[in-house]
């Protein structure tokens, strides 16, 4: 625990002006992002009476080792800053909203030639428009059957799109009326994207319009006495009707705003989001968050402001949003909002009328969700600190292993050797610290010689990192640095040159150590992982070895496992890093074994990238083709010019054909066809796989 006066920067340094801090710790990681008005003021708060800081500020000061400051012209340039190092850095005790979950939307994807409608989770992609959130996927597909009678946009694959397009014949929803069918020229792209941007109106709100025409339709085709055509537009009206009646009206002036909400205690903090559009509510969201410090409502609405609005620009950003409170100062706030969507953003609270009442509505949303959140995290924070606290126990630790890594390797009979390291903090999987290692130093099949590897390796880098930013003080000759700085020209995790990074703040791969490592095995891998750290000189690590057969404990030098109870947590606990690390690393075992079954012989020609490689079998329909084919016949390709030819030519004619498929049954060699090749050129066998496949390690 470092004292914050160690630290602390004489006031005539700092200046009084608006800017942006970040604190680091003793591995140079940025814990803690924040922008101020004035930074002399601000950061002299956090150097007072430790006894006097909130908790969450207390445990912040004391874990930094240093702090530094950027000093920005206005506070809206702070506001963009603190936004984009926060989401740069990922700083642990920032406050950092969570979702509660992962919520669908309804998405067109407007960057297609023949934009499709379908449900989209994750990461907003450009040039989709996204529709929602949702609070279920089932809610968005009822309204898009009911649409599609009106608007038959696409929705189908790329896949079923192609082979519907090769067939010439559309699926069921081109047949019943629901897909205007481009896939066989029914409709133009130009007619189709026209079809797609009517719906994304609709969705907009923009119903009306829609309905209106219509029924002037409707009656047309009454007076035309082309009843079947005037039934089908009563049908239509009504499905459109039915789903505008799934999102009531809320606000009667066809308002377009976003509702936020907030629910707080001393620790925790809850946000719901509504967006209403076109007076309707057409999706909502919620969040929770740890309080890292003593913070405002008015702060918690300013953080939500920026990761609500962060990455969105245009219509995303509605004209009016309506918060519980605001920000201080509001000024900064509004004109980045403004910035964001490109025109004036009203950021106020509802004081009266329709929505203050639907505030009110969203706020016991909120209430609801914090309420949900402690019962859940309640339960979750006990279950973890007491399998921490029996781990701990049971080896004989000093302190609860805030921090496990688990390693695994794995195999097929002796070939792509590879291994994993998976990393759980405070109970919980940390997947971006995840890694994968290569076995580069010998061939064949040997576990305990492949652990010994990998933790010298992982090991050494941490060495050198922590040598790299001045933490190792031992004495030491020149030519034992020169030998480990020598170690750091090999592989990453995954074969690629290793670099380390600039000592930024930025998360390192390799820079922060355990306090536990587990490994996938008995006594002898565990014996390998000692071994491996003896040799480095580290001797703070605690090792222990998960055996599955009978689930025991395996310490260094013990005779006998540990033998944990089957009702333990501790024990559940390890099982489940034991079993992450072996499902990690039998998934990259298989990438590896798959890319090595698709090899071909034109991954050897040198700078021949995969585009032109699909252009070659595409031309010619296969490599026996491509094979038989002269230098000139090679230059007919688009992108291959002469020398690549013969490059291609040569390296063909030196390896040797693959073996014909032969039908097991006859006895007949099968010819190869366009439709059966791999990815990397060579014919699909389609015998049975379990011949080939053997037992996964």
């Known amino acids: ?132 959130p949702y609070a279920h996927a089932w809610a968005i597909r009822d309204t898009v059957d009911l649409l599609l009678r009106v ?39 130009e007619e189709h994207r026209e079809l797609a941007n009517e719906f994304c109106d609709f969705m907009t709100g923009r119903t009306a319009t829609y309905l209106r025409r219509l029924e002037k339709q409707m009656g047309e085709a009454a007076e035309e006495m082309e009843y079947e055509r005037a039934a089908r537009l009563r049908d239509d009206i009504e499905a459109l009707k039915k789903a505008m009646e799934k999102n009531a009206v809320v606000l009667a002036d066809a308002t377009d705003a976003d509702l936020i909400a907030v629910a707080e205690d001393e620790l925790e903090a809850a946000v719901q989001i509504f967006h ?23 702060a918690l609405v300013e953080h939500a402001l920026q990761q609500l609005y962060g990455e969105e620009t245009g219509d995303a950003v509605p004209k009016e949003v309506l918060v519980p409170a605001l920000p201080d100062p509001v000024e900064p706030v509004q004109e980045w909002l403004a910035g964001r969507r490109g025109s004036g953003v009203s950021l106020r609270v509802p004081q009266r009328g329709d929505k203050k009442a639907l505030m009110e509505t969203v706020q016991r949303n909120a209430q609801q969700a914090l309420v949900l959140h402690k019962t859940k995290r309640a ?13 701990s126990d049971a080896l004989d630790l000093d302190s609860a292993p805030l921090r496990i890594e688990c390693y695994d390797i794995s195999h097929l009979q002796g070939d792509d050797v590879v291994a994993s390291m998976v990393v759980f903090e405070d109970g919980l999987a940390r997947k971006s610290e995840y890694r994968r290692f290569q076995i580069k130093g010998f061939a064949g099949q040997d576990d305990v010689r492949s652990m010994h590897e990998v933790i010298t390796r992982r090991f050494r880098r941490y060495l050198a990192e922590k040598e790299k930013t001045g933490e190792w003080t031992d004495g030491e000759d020149g030519q034992d640095a020169q030998d480990r700085e020598g170690t750091l020209a090999g592989t990453d995790l995954a074969g690629a040159p290793n670099t380390l990074t600039e000592d930024d703040g930025r998360p390192k791969k390799f820079a922060y150590p355990p306090q536990l490592v587990v490994v996938d095995g008995g006594a002898p891998q565990v014996a390998a992982a000692q071994r491996a750290l003896d040799d480095l000189g580290i001797d703070d ?26 009702t333990s947590e501790g024990l559940y606990l390890l099982q489940r890093v034991r079993d992450e690390a072996h499902r990690f690393a039998i998934s990259y075992q298989r990438t590896k074994r798959s890319k090595r079954f698709r090899s071909s012989p034109l991954d050897d020609v040198p700078g021949l990238g995969d585009t032109r490689k699909q252009a070659l079998l595409k031309h010619f329909g296969s490599l026996k083709k491509l094979r038989s084919a002269t230098i000139d016949q090679i230059c007919e390709v688009p992108g291959i010019g002469r020398k690549t030819a013969e490059t291609i030519a040569v ?44 037992q996964e390690t």
């Open 1 to 132: 625990m470092a004292d914050p006066s160690s630290y602390r920067p004489k006031p005539g340094e700092i200046p009084d002006s608006p800017g942006v801090y970040r604190f680091r710790d003793e591995h140079r990681r940025v814990i803690y992002v924040g922008k101020a008005k004035s930074l002399r003021q601000r950061l002299a708060n956090y150097f007072q009476d430790l006894a006097g800081l909130h908790p969450r500020t207390r445990s912040m000061v004391t874990t930094a080792a240093s702090v530094e400051w950027t000093v920005v012209s206005t506070e809206v340039e702070a506001l963009q800053l603190e936004y984009s190092w926060i989401k740069e850095y990922d700083p642990r005790f920032n406050v950092k909203y969570r979702d509660d979950k992962s919520y669908p939307y309804l998405a067109v994807t407007m960057n297609e030639e023949y934009p499709r409608v379908q449900v989209m989770r994750g990461h907003k992609k450009k040039g989709v428009r996204y529709f929602g």
């Open 151 to 189: 608007f038959p946009v696409r929705t189908c694959s790329a896949g079923v799109f192609k082979n519907a397009a090769r067939t010439g014949r559309p699926c069921l929803l081109g047949y019943i009326g629901k897909c205007s069918a481009p896939c066989v020229d029914r409709v133009s792209a």
């Open 276 to 298: 209403v559009r076109g007076g309707r509510v057409r999706g909502q969201r919620g969040w929770v968050t740890d309080k890292v410090e003593e913070i405002t409502t008015g």
């Open 379 to 391: 339960s979750d924070l006990t279950t973890r600190s007491r399998a921490l606290e029996e781990i």
């Open 541 to 566: 690590i605690a090792v222990c070895g998960l055996a599955k057969r009978l689930e025991e404990v395996w310490l260094p030098g013990d005779d006998d496992p540990v033998v944990l109870p089957r």
């Open 651 to 694: 390296a063909l004619a030196q390896a040797a054909p693959a073996a014909p498929a032969v039908n097991t049954a006859t006895g007949e060699i099968m010819e190869e066809e366009p439709g059966t090749m791999g990815s990397g050129g060579e014919p699909v066998r389609t015998g049975a796989p379990d011949e080939r496949r053997g």
